[in-house]
């Protein structure tokens, strides 16, 4: 059997390969090592218990640092010609900042597509406070970027981020699962303009609407999402 390949501007963002062996076990590390860094904040604990705990991670940081990183242009290379194989779409996404299950900074963010609405969903831990016992507004900004980016897998063309603006209506609890939706509003040449809201146990908390600029020339619907067109305005 050939095994699949990938092509970077086909990859649903926010969305993950099967796990290869190698994936599964980094994702498992990285799963300890967030309940370590959540397990940390305002710990009680003497300072000979610390220095003991500093010790096994001082040896485990220096058993790591000798080996390399796997070459990020070299993955580039191959999922942008389409030749991609499942460990680089995996290395790609799966250390994407707060939903990539392999890095240790996410809680993490689950995202997928509800028909024509990205949801996505989490929990915030101890690590991600703002104000006393609620989640950072940053990191709340940070998530709602990533969702809302994943609006462009309803067209063709991949983009950055021009824009983002997000109006914080209410504070949002950390250890509760915080519901988040997203949806396209239009497209206007490289720019596509889409809309995003935060809920938790139905009451909205943020709101947040942003502009991304195609890196490809102009956004086009892909064809199973052509009826967004007849929709709302988007062109
Ligand atoms: C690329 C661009 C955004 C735009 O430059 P150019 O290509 O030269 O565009 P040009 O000037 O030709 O204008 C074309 C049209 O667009 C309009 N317009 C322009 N700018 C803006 C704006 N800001 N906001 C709104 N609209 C804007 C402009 O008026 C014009 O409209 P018109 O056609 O007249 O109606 C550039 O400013 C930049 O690199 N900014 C930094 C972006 C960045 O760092 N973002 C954060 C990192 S991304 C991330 O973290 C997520 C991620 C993760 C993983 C993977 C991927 C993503």
Known sequence: MTEEKYHYFDMPIGELPEPTPVSARR?????????INEQLVRLDVDEAALMAA????????????????????DILGRLISGQGNRQDALDMADF??????????????????????????AT?????????????????????????????DF????????TLNVRYMAPTPLHREVNFEAR???L??????????????????????????SSQGDYRLRPE???????????
């Open 27 to 35: 994702r498992e590390l990285a799963r300890e090592l967030a309940a």
């Open 54 to 73: 500093t010790e096994q991670a001082r040896a485990l940081r220096e058993s790591l640092e000798g080996y390399s990183h796997r070459s990020m242009r």
């Open 96 to 121: 994407e900042i707060l939903s990539g299950p392999a890095n240790v900074m996410s809680p993490p963010v689950t995202f997928w597509l509800d028909g024509d609405v990205v949801r996505a969903r």
């Open 188 to 213: 206007q040449g490289r720019k596509l303009f889409n809309e995003a809201r935060v809920f938790v146990d139905g009451v909205q908390t943020v709101a947040a609407s942003g502009i991304w600029i």
């Open 124 to 152: 915030f831990g101890r690590a991600f406070m703002g104000p006393p016992g609620k989640v950072h507004g940053g990191v709340l900004s940070l998530a709602l970027d990533m969702l809302l980016a994943k609006t462009q």
């Open 225 to 235: 999402y052509a009826h967004l067109a007849n929709d709302s305005d988007v062109a």
């Open 155 to 162: 067209v063709t063309s991949l983009g950055m981020t021009g």
């Open 184 to 186: 396209l509003v239009r």
